[in-house]
Each structure stands twice: as C-alpha cells, then as structure tokens.
C-alpha cells in the first residue's frame, strides 16, 4: 500500500533538460559546430526493441548508472473503511529521487522483443534499508540525465566543502587575531609598569615605544577584534608619537588619564583570570555505527549484502517489507530470492509457500504449544518475556538471528548461539504468545555488555517496546548486581532506542533525589541505574547540564532544571514492573567480576560531583 507526497525532485536547482529527441545518434545529421550537437535526450526511457537505437538510455540500463525514480512509500495500514491509505486520484505526486542501478533482471515475456526489465535501486541520502527493486513505469528520467544530475550536484558539493573550508580558515585567522590583541594588551600593561618602575633606560624606552605603537596598530588594523580595543587603547594609538610621562608626570596629569590608562591591565588581568576559571558546557560525542570498520571492510561488507534476497516477511498476521540481505539457507532460494517468507510465530520455521505453514500449523497447533520455547520469566498485563538458552534451542535461536537480519544492517550473529541467551517478548491474548521483539546477551561478558542485539518487528514500533526492552535487560543487570552496557558499536536505530531511555531514566533519578542530598558522584547514579559510567557522561553532554570547570567534571542540576528536563525526556509506558520478574542469575565459572557493583569503589567527595 502506497502514500502519496508532493513532488520534488533532490535536484531542483538544475533546470530540466529539452524533452527533444537527440540527433547526436544519427551522424549524419551531426552539425559542425560542437555545441549544436549537445542536445538533451527525452526525459522518458526510449521504448525497447528493434529500432530503438543505442547508447546508454537503451533499456536494459546498465548497472552504476543514475536515473530519476518517483519513490512511493508502502504503508501495511489501511483506513477505516477498509481502503488504501493511498488514493490514487490525489493531486500530490511522490517525490521522485536521483537513483543508483545496482541490479537488474529480466521480467517474464512471450516475445524476444518485447522484454521487460526490473531494477535494484538505491536512494541517494536515504538509508540503505529503503532499497527496492522497481519497474519501467517509475522511471522519470534515463540515466543520460540522471548522471549529469548526479555530476552537476557532486560539483555543487564540492564547492560548498571549500566554502566551509574558507570559512573555517577565516574563522581561524579571527581566532589568531584575536589572541594578538589580547597578548598585545598584556606586553602594554607590562612596560606601563616597567615605566612607572624607573626600571627602563632611554634606549629601551625607545625601542619599547616603537614596539607598543606597532602592537597597537596591529590591533587596531585588524577586523576580527571586535570591541578588544577600548577607548583607552585608542588613546594610547593616537598619542604613540608623543613623549612618554614619567611618573611625577602622570601624577600631575590626574585620576582620569591615569586610570584610562591603568584599565588596560585590569582587562587584560581580567581576561586572563577568565581564561583560568573558565566554564564550558561539554558537547555530546556522536555515535558512530560503522565503528570498527575501515573502508575496504565497508565496501566488502556492502557489495555481498547490496541486493536483498527476501521482499517480504510474514510473521502471523503481519506482513512486514524488509530492509537488508539475510543469509539464509540456499535451499530455501534456488533462483536466489523469494518473495515472501512465511514463519511460524511459535517455532520460528521457515517456509517458501503458504501452503506449508498452514498444513505444518494444523499438525503442530493440536500439540497445545503457542509460545516460544524456554522458561517464561515475566508477566504483567498482556506483556510476557521467555527466557530461551542459545545451546537449549540452537535452531530457534538461529532463525531468530536469521530474521533479525532482514532489518538490522550489521548484525554478524547466525551460528554460534551456544553463548547468548535470548529474551522474547511476546504479545499474550487467547490465541497465544505473538513475538514483537527480542534482545540477546551472552551468558558471560569480559566487557560488560548486558546486550548484544536487540530488534522490534517493524509491525509492531512505535509502541514503546523498543525501550521496555532496553529497561529489562538493566532490571537483570540489578537483579545480577552488576553495570552494564550495550555491545558497540549501535545501529542507527540502536541509538535512537538508548538515548531516550539513558536521558530520561538519569533525569528521572536526580528529580527524585535532589530532596535528600546536595551533591553525589557519578557512581552514586552508576550503583542505583546499572548504568555503565561512560553511557552517563555520554547523556549528561547529551543534556547538556555536565560543566568543566577547571579541570573537574560537575553536573549543574538544579530541580527548575530538572523538572524541565523531565518534561523534554519523560519516562514512557510500557514500563518494567520489578516485582513481576521471577528470575535468578545465570551461573557461570568466574570467581571474580570486574563488572560487579560490590567491587566498584566508593564514592569520594574527589570525584566528579553533583549540584543539585
């Protein structure tokens, strides 16, 4: 099912090109002069077959070219009345977006010359989870238009990253300038002294006066000293050729021109002391989850998985479009992809065919088991988490890592489940026990992650399971007295899932404390939380509130603060209910944890601390 958006091009700014048919095909119709020759080819594909010519525009296009494709969005919703929520009489049009071939394939046909083709795709600046294979019909522009296209914005691009190239110099000559000024201010204020002293002969008065008159020119020259040189400094400029007063001579001039002249070392002393007890709001590092990765990886890892092999996926009464490749068994693809996967929500088998799953339900169904395997571990409401032991359930874990590959781009896990536990949580009503997501953990960390890899089915986002996930795996880390942390590095969505819940439940915390104690170590909120201490300095400069000041970290939290962070960063439903988890660690041969709370250190009024 589609939606329907306005339609713009990426590429508005580059007028569109004559629908004319090119001469420069035919040569005997080419003129002399060169520019008469460059003419723009239709904006629509030429038709296939006999006589259609040849040159790049000549279907089948070939693969690394870049045309214009009008882009529809799938919805898997429909309206009340049971219609699409796309209407095809609507007057906005899809927005149509510059495209990279990255595969293509013929379409079934009767004729040799009347064949079809179909394309693998790729939006520029959209993520790589929205590529699709496409037909003729979405087809805007050939790729003799989109590759100028995609030239004339590379070469806009380029211009913009001098631009800011330029800027940032600019802004590094104004930095310069300014810390000239301020130095020049500080050599003045050191010869007044030395003058007022009767420390300099006439020689070196001499040679200090050239010296400060040159200073002060600079200073007074330069555009990037906006507002540094005062008044007084502008006396000085402007009676630098005169004699220097000594100081029975200052005396006798009075308060006022001493004082003018006195100001520019209580600045330049001010600014100094600035620059001691400086302030500053510490930014919030950006997450990178191509992290671990160099280039050749990059690429190696994005020409195997560039093509998905499954259009869709059905898990019980959903239907879901997938985002990336998946290595599943060639036995399920012998011509290399499919288009639909049918699971069984409860066994999580695969099947190429619909028949399949509903003659192996009608055999399994009757054995009474609607839920995952594995030990139920939590239950409130509608909201129930299995507990399945990778080792226990090898090929259920298996094919749970299969799918979560069809919408998590770097998720390396397939085979080796004997180390993780997974956690399922599953939507309860009186047909049984529907999976809407799951997260895995390995049963011992050296690192102290508490998650390895955590998925919502897209059918079921945007419900808030995504972060009841996350707050389950820190209610085991409680229940096991331990910190910990996500494995790193985080997708996309990952980030989007964490920082929410890191942000809300640390300002959440400091609200309710900030009654009963003026101050606290970061540790203090790492043994309540179980959050890992570099996962709350990352939030603390996510909200802005951790301060530098003179070499120590402290957390400027007052409760106006707090209370108005609270309401930017609320704790949302669902939420974990302790007391509805019967649960015990999972036991393992190390004697000693370094990732145990008892073993963290006390806090120290010599830490980072908090003023609440």
Not at 333 to 340: A, K, L, N, S, T
Request: hydrophobic fraction near 30%.
């Amino acid at each position: 099912m589609t939606s329907s958006h306005s339609s713009k091009t990426i590429s508005d700014s580059i007028p569109r090109k004559s629908s004319r048919p090119s001469s420069i095909l035919n040569p005997d119709k080419l003129s002399k002069n060169p520019s008469a020759n460059l003419t723009a080819p239709s904006p629509r594909p030429p038709a296939s077959g006999p006589g259609s010519g040849k040159g790049i525009d000549v279907q089948p296009f070939s693969r690394g070219s870049v045309i214009e494709v009008r882009y529809i969005q799938r919805h898997d919703e429909t309206n009340d009345d049971g219609s699409d929520w796309f209407a095809s009489d609507s007057d906005e049009e899809a927005p149509v977006y510059l495209c990279d071939i990255i595969d293509r394939a013929p379409l079934p046909s009767n004729t040799k010359h009347d064949k079809r083709w179909k394309y693998y795709v790729h939006y520029r600046d959209l993520n790589r989870r929205m590529d699709e294979w496409i037909m003729e019909d979405r087809i805007v522009s050939p790729p003799s238009v989109g590759n100028a296209k995609a030239r004339a914005l590379k070469r806009k691009k380029e211009e913009e990253e001098r631009e800011k190239v330029r800027k940032e110099r600019a802004a590094g000559e104004k930095r310069r300038s300014l810390m000239m000024a301020v130095s020049g201010r500080k050599k003045i204020a050191e010869e007044e002294d030395a003058v007022v002293s009767g420390e300099d002969d006439a020689n070196s008065t001499e040679e200090r006066r050239k010296s400060r008159r040159s200073v002060l020119r600079r200073v007074a020259s330069s555009e990037s000293t906006d507002g540094l040189l005062d008044a007084a400094g502008s006396q000085l400029l402007a009676e630098g050729n005169e004699t220097r007063l000594t100081r029975r001579q200052r005396r006798k001039t009075g308060d006022g021109e001493i004082a003018a002249q006195e100001s520019i070392v209580d600045n330049s002393q001010a600014e100094e002391h600035f620059v001691v007890d400086v302030v500053t709001t510490l930014a919030a590092p950006t997450l990178d989850e191509h992290e671990g990765m160099d280039e050749a990886a990059l690429k190696e890892h994005e020409e195997v998985t560039k093509v998905k092999n499954v259009a869709t996926l059905e898990l019980g009464q959903y239907q879901m479009d997938t985002w990336y490749f998946s290595p599943l068994p060639k036995e399920l693809m012998p011509r290399g992809m499919i288009d639909v996967l049918y699971v069984d929500e409860f066994s999580l088998n695969f099947f190429t065919r619909k028949v399949e799953l509903q003659r192996f339900q009608e055999r399994e169904l009757k054995k009474g088991r609607r839920h995952p395997p594995g030990n139920e571990i939590y239950r409130c409401g509608n909201l129930s988490m299995f507990e399945v032991d990778g080792f226990e359930e090898r090929i259920y874990c298996q094919n749970l890592c299969y799918i979560a590959k069809l919408f998590l781009d770097h998720k390396t896990l397939y085979f080796d489940v004997d180390p993780f536990l997974f956690y399922v949580l599953c939507e309860v009503d009186e047909r049984g026990y529907h999976p809407v997501g799951y997260y895995s953990k390995e049963k011992y960390s050296d690192v102290g992650y508490n998650l390895a890899c955590i998925l919502t089915f897209p059918a079921h986002q945007r419900k808030g399971y995504g972060r009841f996930l996350i707050s389950f795996s820190y209610e085991l880390s409680k229940k096991e007295e331990k910190v910990g942390s996500p494995e790193k590095p985080m997708s996309d969505l990952g980030q989007q899932a964490y920082i929410p819940y890191w942000t809300s439940t640390i300002v959440d915390f400091l609200l309710n404390q900030s009654g009963e104690s003026r101050s606290m170590s970061i540790m203090d909120i790492v043994k309540q939380t179980s959050i890992m201490a570099e996962d709350i300095i990352f939030a603390l400069n996510t909200l802005g509130i951790l301060k530098f000041v003179n070499g120590v970290y402290f957390i400027s939290a007052e409760r106006t603060k707090l209370e108005e962070l609270a309401k930017k960063h609320p704790i949302k439903e669902p939420r974990v209910d302790p007391s509805k988890l019967h649960w015990t660690p999972y036991l393992t041969d190390v004697k000693r944890d370094k990732f145990s709370i008892s073993s963290k250190k006390a806090s120290v009024e010599a830490d980072s601390g908090t003023v609440l």
